[in-house]
């Protein structure tokens, strides 16, 4: 009987609680106009109507003509890049980019934020925070430019090792290249987000932890991950959904012609294809298999998580 | 179990830069009037200095004294939590100033609980157990055992967020307990209970205190706790020790105006009155009332060869009784308590505060009554206008 009360206590409580926010709303409705307005606009005008673009890859699209008044072609651009004798070199390509750039690249902001958290001068934090964000802020042409510099024969890094390998015209080091000069230009700026969520973790639970005999792994397993893991299962899932997503421009920027074997990913092959052959049909239909491997790693990821995680994902 | 020497201990936190130097410089300058509590010196601010104290093995030392002045950078260096800037921390006859926490066999509980919130109460007892690679039965063994003590078995598989403040404090101390520390220190673990779960756990931690034998350290700013759990109390201001002593001691022989006022609730009544010394007797006159001091108090005063002076007369409002002679006052406010009668009077632009039962009570005071109030030779403390400083000690 009490249980029933106290439910029922319950459900009232939830009910006041959601007519409050509606007489807030109904109050207030300008407030969430004003706020929301441009978001929704902007999500429609730039997200949304571009839509309509997909039915490019399903014509042989003239521009003269227009999307409605091109040849309607149905899959057959989608066969010709799946039969094609490349296709697989890209797939793999673009796959072995984005997948060992998120093992080696994910893990680094996470890191380089619990190095961060325990610099106890908030002065010298400023500023080593400072340098890392820094390469952030590079174009990554004046990027490639820069690792193209250092790997030169001449450069840097073969002074250093005493030798002269051209770097830029190996396969093998393309990946290795392309991947650790994109962690050092982002792990700093990502790291942002895992040093806010650490500012969360209680300062008398960490030293509660040094009281228990914690050292300094124990005391981020037991006190500094448990705060910032939601923010990483968050992130996780947002990058494998993005793992087909690798721009075209810094793999083109350090793209030789003696690198393409390994170089050649399906966003410059779309690009090459689209506006440089001016197959528009075609590469459309590429860019789109590829958003579709994106859509399916993402559902399916957040719904592995959600399993893990005590039902918690996006 | 163990003995706790703190000799000479002082905290100071050095200025980050040259520029927070100067900036604390300027702003003492252009602020004169506000009142600067904490030594500030070339080396930094002094948070604590000159702490010196012997705390016997099992003893219950409790900490007290306003925000700010040192009583949790104290705690917190016996922790191992701050650093010692001088002086020596002696643990169970052991130099402890360079000792890591871990290492110095101490436990403590703090305001905020400081629960794991991913693990349950029953992994939250174990860590420091684990930690330790304490074999699984013990610890399964010790956690329960804490568990049936502090009564809260039934929650061992929650975790700290479906607890109640109350639970939640309790496993904090069961943390503690587990690892059955040589002393135990707690810092401030009640201030975010409610007031009736507060009584209720200072409650559990007198009948813990007697279950579980070691010694404790317990930081409050709260003077009822202070004098229902402790064995001794320091008194801290402004880094500095006040006075130490048992609940006893302190409110019947405060060493200073500032104990004095900090001890007892309400607050001790002050005056400015006239210490007489006529022969071997002493008086203390106020608005034409002489009232003659006791033969423990004269002895006292004889003892230090004090002289008739001005004084701060304080007696506490328990002390000061309406009478149809005495001090001539005006009620400004009588607040009913229950049982008693805490009346505001104005004697000559001060206010004081008078404790009368409801059986003595006669009538109702009503705002502007005339009232006279007067005070035994027994109760009367008489303070140094120029130190500060009980005349009697």
Same mark, same amino acid.
């Given at each position: 009987m009490k249980k029933t009360t106290e439910s029922a206590a319950a459900g009232s409580g939830g009910s006041s609680k959601m007519h409050n926010t509606l007489v807030y709303f109904r109050q207030h409705w300008q407030l969430y106009v004003i706020f929301m307005l441009p978001a929704f606009l902007l999500t429609i005008i730039?997200?949304?109507?571009?839509?309509?673009?997909?039915?490019i890859a399903f014509t042989e699209y003239n521009p003269i003509r227009g999307i409605f008044g091109s040849e309607w072609v149905g899959f057959e651009h989608f066969q010709r890049f799946l039969s094609s004798p490349d296709f697989m070199r890209y797939l793999v390509n673009t796959l072995k980019l984005s997948v060992f750039g998120l093992l080696w690249g994910f893990p680094a902001p996470i890191l380089l934020a619990f190095l961060l958290n325990r610099i106890l001068s908030a002065k010298t934090k400023q500023k080593i925070q400072l340098v890392l964000y820094?390469?952030?802020?590079?174009?990554v042409i004046v990027l490639c430019g820069i690792v193209r510099i250092l790997l030169a024969p001449t450069g840097m890094v073969n002074m250093m090792l005493g030798t002269s390998f051209n770097?830029?015209?190996m396969p093998s080091a393309f990946r290795t290249i392309y991947i650790a000069s994109g962690i050092w230009q982002g792990a700093g700026w990502a790291s942002i987000i895992y040093t806010a969520a650490l500012s969360n973790a209680s300062k008398e639970l960490k030293e509660a932890a040094v009281i228990d005999g914690a050292n300094i792994i124990q005391q981020i397993k037991a006190v500094e991950w448990p705060a910032i893991k939601d923010t990483v299962l968050i992130q996780f899932i947002m990058s494998v959904g993005n793992?087909?997503?690798?721009?075209f421009e810094k793999a083109y920027a350090l793209q030789t012609d003696l690198n393409l074997n390994a170089s050649e990913i399906i966003s410059t092959y779309v690009y090459k294809k689209g506006l440089?052959?001016?197959d528009y049909g075609f590469s459309t239909a590429v860019g789109l298999f590829n958003t579709v491997i994106n859509v399916i790693l993402l559902v399916t990821m957040n719904s592995l998580v959600k399993k893990m995680n005590d039902g918690k994902g996006i | 179990m163990a003995s706790v020497q703190l000799n000479n201990i002082k905290k100071v936190y050095p200025y980050i830069s040259g520029e927070d130097k100067k900036k604390n410089k300027k702003k003492n300058a252009d602020e004169p009037?506000?009142?600067? +509590?904490l030594q500030i010196t070339d080396e930094g601010?002094?948070?604590?200095?000159q702490f010196s104290l012997d705390i016997k093995d099992k003893e219950f030392i409790v900490l007290v004294g306003?925000?700010?002045?040192g009583k949790s950078t104290t705690l917190r260096m016996v922790a191992g939590l701050e650093e010692i800037s001088g002086g020596e921390l002696i643990i169970d006859g052991k130099v402890? +100033? =360079?000792?890591?926490p871990k290492d110095r066999d101490i436990a403590m509980v703090f305001q905020n609980y400081? &629960?794991?919130? /991913?693990?349950?109460v029953y992994e939250n007892m174990a860590f420091s157990l684990k930690l330790r690679h304490t074999p699984k039965d013990e610890i399964d063994k010790k956690v329960r055992e804490a568990a049936r003590i502090l009564d809260i078995t039934q929650y061992l598989?929650?975790?700290?967020?479906?607890?109640?403040g109350g639970q939640r404090q309790r496993v904090a101390i069961g943390r503690a307990i587990v690892r059955a520390p040589k002393v135990m220190l707690m810092d401030?673990? &009640?201030? +975010? &209970? =409610?007031a009736k779960l507060r009584n209720e756990m200072r409650a559990e931690i007198i009948k813990l205190r007697q279950r579980i034998d070691t010694t404790f350290m317990y930081v409050t700013h709260d003077q009822t706790e202070a004098m229902t759990l402790g064995d001794r109390i320091v008194i801290m201001r402004d880094g500095y020790i006040q006075q130490i002593g048992t609940p006893q001691e302190v409110f019947n /022989?405060?060493?200073n105006l500032f104990v004095a006022g900090f001890i007892g609730m309400p607050v001790m009544n002050f005056f400015d009155a006239e210490l007489k010394r006529e022969g071997d007797k002493f008086f203390v006159e106020l608005s034409g009332v002489k009232v003659q001091l006791d033969e423990k108090k004269t002895a006292r005063l004889l003892k230090n060869n004090v002289q008739s002076q001005p004084i701060t007369l304080g007696v506490r409002p328990e002390h000061t009784h309406i009478s149809d002679k005495g001090v001539p006052a005006k009620v400004d406010v009588s607040e009913m308590m229950g049982s008693s009668v805490h009346l505001h009077v104005d004697a000559d632009g001060r206010d004081v505060i008078i404790i009368v039962p409801i059986l003595d009570m006669e009538d109702n005071y009503n705002y502007g009554d005339l009232v006279h109030f007067t005070f035994a030779g027994n109760v009367a403390h008489v303070f140094s206008k120029e130190t500060a400083k009980n005349l009697e000690y």
């Amino acid at each position: 009987m009490k249980k029933t009360t106290e439910s029922a206590a319950a459900g009232s409580g939830g009910s006041s609680k959601m007519h409050n926010t509606l007489v807030y709303f109904r109050q207030h409705w300008q407030l969430y106009v004003i706020f929301m307005l441009p978001a929704f606009l902007l999500t429609i005008i730039f997200r949304y109507i571009p839509m309509g673009g997909i039915a490019i890859a399903f014509t042989e699209y003239n521009p003269i003509r227009g999307i409605f008044g091109s040849e309607w072609v149905g899959f057959e651009h989608f066969q010709r890049f799946l039969s094609s004798p490349d296709f697989m070199r890209y797939l793999v390509n673009t796959l072995k980019l984005s997948v060992f750039g998120l093992l080696w690249g994910f893990p680094a902001p996470i890191l380089l934020a619990f190095l961060l958290n325990r610099i106890l001068s908030a002065k010298t934090k400023q500023k080593i925070q400072l340098v890392l964000y820094m390469p952030n802020f590079i174009s990554v042409i004046v990027l490639c430019g820069i690792v193209r510099i250092l790997l030169a024969p001449t450069g840097m890094v073969n002074m250093m090792l005493g030798t002269s390998f051209n770097f830029m015209t190996m396969p093998s080091a393309f990946r290795t290249i392309y991947i650790a000069s994109g962690i050092w230009q982002g792990a700093g700026w990502a790291s942002i987000i895992y040093t806010a969520a650490l500012s969360n973790a209680s300062k008398e639970l960490k030293e509660a932890a040094v009281i228990d005999g914690a050292n300094i792994i124990q005391q981020i397993k037991a006190v500094e991950w448990p705060a910032i893991k939601d923010t990483v299962l968050i992130q996780f899932i947002m990058s494998v959904g993005n793992i087909m997503s690798v721009g075209f421009e810094k793999a083109y920027a350090l793209q030789t012609d003696l690198n393409l074997n390994a170089s050649e990913i399906i966003s410059t092959y779309v690009y090459k294809k689209g506006l440089l052959d001016g197959d528009y049909g075609f590469s459309t239909a590429v860019g789109l298999f590829n958003t579709v491997i994106n859509v399916i790693l993402l559902v399916t990821m957040n719904s592995l998580v959600k399993k893990m995680n005590d039902g918690k994902g996006i | 179990m163990a003995s706790v020497q703190l000799n000479n201990i002082k905290k100071v936190y050095p200025y980050i830069s040259g520029e927070d130097k100067k900036k604390n410089k300027k702003k003492n300058a252009d602020e004169p009037e506000k009142k600067i +509590n904490l030594q500030i010196t070339d080396e930094g601010v002094v948070a604590v200095q000159q702490f010196s104290l012997d705390i016997k093995d099992k003893e219950f030392i409790v900490l007290v004294g306003p925000s700010g002045c040192g009583k949790s950078t104290t705690l917190r260096m016996v922790a191992g939590l701050e650093e010692i800037s001088g002086g020596e921390l002696i643990i169970d006859g052991k130099v402890m +100033n =360079d000792v890591a926490p871990k290492d110095r066999d101490i436990a403590m509980v703090f305001q905020n609980y400081a &629960l794991y919130p /991913h693990m349950t109460v029953y992994e939250n007892m174990a860590f420091s157990l684990k930690l330790r690679h304490t074999p699984k039965d013990e610890i399964d063994k010790k956690v329960r055992e804490a568990a049936r003590i502090l009564d809260i078995t039934q929650y061992l598989e929650r975790k700290p967020k479906a607890l109640s403040g109350g639970q939640r404090q309790r496993v904090a101390i069961g943390r503690a307990i587990v690892r059955a520390p040589k002393v135990m220190l707690m810092d401030e673990p &009640l201030s +975010n &209970l =409610d007031a009736k779960l507060r009584n209720e756990m200072r409650a559990e931690i007198i009948k813990l205190r007697q279950r579980i034998d070691t010694t404790f350290m317990y930081v409050t700013h709260d003077q009822t706790e202070a004098m229902t759990l402790g064995d001794r109390i320091v008194i801290m201001r402004d880094g500095y020790i006040q006075q130490i002593g048992t609940p006893q001691e302190v409110f019947n /022989h405060p060493a200073n105006l500032f104990v004095a006022g900090f001890i007892g609730m309400p607050v001790m009544n002050f005056f400015d009155a006239e210490l007489k010394r006529e022969g071997d007797k002493f008086f203390v006159e106020l608005s034409g009332v002489k009232v003659q001091l006791d033969e423990k108090k004269t002895a006292r005063l004889l003892k230090n060869n004090v002289q008739s002076q001005p004084i701060t007369l304080g007696v506490r409002p328990e002390h000061t009784h309406i009478s149809d002679k005495g001090v001539p006052a005006k009620v400004d406010v009588s607040e009913m308590m229950g049982s008693s009668v805490h009346l505001h009077v104005d004697a000559d632009g001060r206010d004081v505060i008078i404790i009368v039962p409801i059986l003595d009570m006669e009538d109702n005071y009503n705002y502007g009554d005339l009232v006279h109030f007067t005070f035994a030779g027994n109760v009367a403390h008489v303070f140094s206008k120029e130190t500060a400083k009980n005349l009697e000690y």
